[in-house]
């Protein structure tokens, strides 16, 4: 388990679907438009794309309404073009990573018609069907994610069903063994289909409390805070039973060669690494979010490192993400300077990056106006800042009209920093923040040290963050300075910087250091290490 897998060494590179590019003018993006920029990744050095889902989907979360698992949404391409996008992306050997959306399904999803057709139909069971508590109402207090009851009232059957997030999502009933046996087909019809994993959506929610036990209230909740935080998620996730659903898709991927189970929750790190399942029979990688949420300094950047080292089961491998759909942009959480800094961050710690599409040049939050909002979160909360359409704008690629994205209008608008903030003039500018993420990936692919080696902290200044990473005899330091004034790094003793393989400002290779690293203003630093025994 060492390194010895793609999944390990490799980084990931999370493209959302209907904003990479779009080949058919409709303002969308589709797979078409992924296949036709595949160079670019081939180019850029990732290793592996996830791909947001593409099925068929009446688009009410944007893909995560699931009405057809096995299919291909019509606004993205079709299964021919699907498998033609696995081909090319394979002959240039970038592996494809989908995502799974095991919790929920669309409304549309001929199963949940067919569930909400009568209370005796054959597939009933297969969702959260309750009656009301006993006085009436919904029949317990659970929250969606996205606002309001979680209970939903069918009239005509004269139950409530469960839907974690909107309505439109009823989620599946886990506990049934047709549907643990429906949904594991899925997972084998594209695993036939050549693919190397899965993103799975949302798993801690998978299983709910068996005796609908009500939430209990959540003491840190605020006004302001997005409404679902009013309870503390108590009988609504994590719960005990989860495990075995997630071995259970584990043996389905373990039954094919050297695919990857990727899991999307939310946990604090105790919580999350049961996740990685008894004698690590669940997920290969249950998602590190820390990093996200993390205040941006290095004594917070250091702790989350050294608990989370801490935390890990033996044999499991870590992961570490910067950003995704759901989350600001970490050029807007830090600014353009410390950007940098974060991907080297990123790039260098222990265990499996993942990138999310425009990161790499610096994209930024683009701000949505009222009239422009499609995410439903927003729309049904609205005001509280969780809108994700800001995060989700088209990826950059020249400085025209629709941004090389598009030749129509596109479906979110473009960033005011279209004209320095694409990939056709980053690509020619050697200092670009796109040079930089090339460099390092280039780097940590040449380097075992970056991608499977040791990783071992060393004392640094209360801004600067400085580790080692180690393989086979071979040491590298990286020094991070989170502030915007120089810092002086004094190694410890015994340790004496080398040459310098990589700086943030892609001006410093070569440089020789000392027993003293000066590192500028939001500066990073990844070099070798020279003992002072020689
Ligand atoms: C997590 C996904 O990342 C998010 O975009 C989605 O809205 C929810 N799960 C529900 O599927």
């Keep these: 388990m060492h390194g010895s897998r793609w999944w390990q060494r490799g980084v990931i590179y999370q493209i959302y679907p209907r904003s990479f590019m779009d080949s058919n003018g409709d303002g969308v993006g589709d797979l078409r438009g992924i296949r036709s920029r595949l160079e670019y990744l081939s180019w850029l050095g990732v290793d592996a794309i996830w791909i947001s889902p593409i099925y068929p989907s009446p688009m009410a979360d944007f893909g995560y309404d699931v009405s057809d698992y096995c299919g291909i949404d019509p606004r993205f391409g079709t299964l021919d073009e699907f498998d033609a996008l696995v081909r090319d992306a394979h002959g240039m050997g970038l592996r494809v990573i989908l995502d799974y959306v095991p919790n929920h399904t669309s409304d549309r999803h001929p199963w949940f018609l067919e569930s909400r057709a009568s209370r005796e139909s054959d597939k009933r069971g297969w969702y959260i069907w309750r009656d009301p508590a006993p006085g009436g109402g919904p029949p317990t207090n659970w929250l969606s994610e ?3 009851s979680a209970w939903e009232w069918d009239a005509a059957t004269g139950q409530y069903y469960y839907h974690a997030y909107l309505k439109e999502q009823p989620d599946l009933n886990w506990r049934s063994p047709a549907v643990r046996d429906a949904m594991h087909e899925v997972l084998r019809f594209w695993l036939d289909r050549g693919v190397d994993g899965f993103r799975v959506d949302t798993i801690h929610h998978l299983i709910k409390d068996g005796e609908l036990r009500d939430n209990p209230p959540n003491p840190s909740y605020r006004p302001g805070m997005p409404p679902h935080r009013r309870l503390l998620r108590l009988y609504t996730t994590d719960r005990p039973e989860v495990h075995e659903a997630v071995a259970g898709m584990r043996r389905v991927l373990d039954g094919y060669d050297d695919r990857v189970l990727i899991g999307e929750a939310y946990l604090p790190f105790d919580r999350l690494m049961a996740y990685y399942g008894q004698d690590l029979s669940g997920m290969h990688l249950p998602f ?10 290095a004594q917070a950047i250091a702790e989350i ?24 942009r970490i050029m807007s959480r830090v600014g353009a300077a410390q950007a940098r800094v974060a991907a080297m961050l990123l790039l260098t710690l222990r265990g499996t990056p993942t990138l999310y599409y425009g990161d790499e040049i610096g994209m ?8 422009q909002v499609q995410d439903t979160f927003e729309k049904n909360v609205p005001g509280l800042g969780v809108g994700r359409d800001p995060e989700r704008t088209p990826m950059q690629w020249d400085g025209g009209a629709g941004g ?12 005011s920093d279209l004209a320095r903030t694409n990939v056709e003039v980053q690509r020619a500018d050697p200092g670009s923040i796109l040079s930089l993420y090339r460099a390092l990936l280039a780097l940590r692919r040449a380097e075992p040290a970056l991608s499977i080696g040791r990783h071992a902290p060393l004392a640094a200044g209360p801004d600067l963050l400085a580790y080692a990473r180690e393989h086979a005899g071979r040491r590298l330091l990286v020094a991070l300075n989170l502030t915007s004034r120089p810092r002086r790094l004094e190694l410890p003793g015994g340790v004496l910087g080398g040459r310098v393989l990589l700086a943030t400002g892609l001006d410093r290779t070569g440089e020789l250091l000392g027993a003293v690293v000066d590192l500028r203003a939001d500066e990073g630093v990844i070099a070798e290490v020279a003992s002072a025994q020689g």
Excluded at 305 to 328: C, F, I, Q, S, T
Excluded at 364 to 371: C, L, Q, R
């Design 305 to 328: 490192v050294r608990e989370y080292e801490a935390a890990l089961p033996p044999g499991a491998w870590p992961n570490w993400v910067l950003g995704n759909h759901d989350k600001p």
């Design 364 to 371: 930024s939050d683009v701000p949505i106006a009222p009239e």
């Design 288 to 297: 590190n979010f820390h990093l996200i949420g993390a205040p941006w300094n």
């Design 146 to 148: 996205f606002g309001g």
């Design 404 to 415: 090389g994205f598009t030749t129509g209008a596109p479906w979110l608008p473009l960033g």
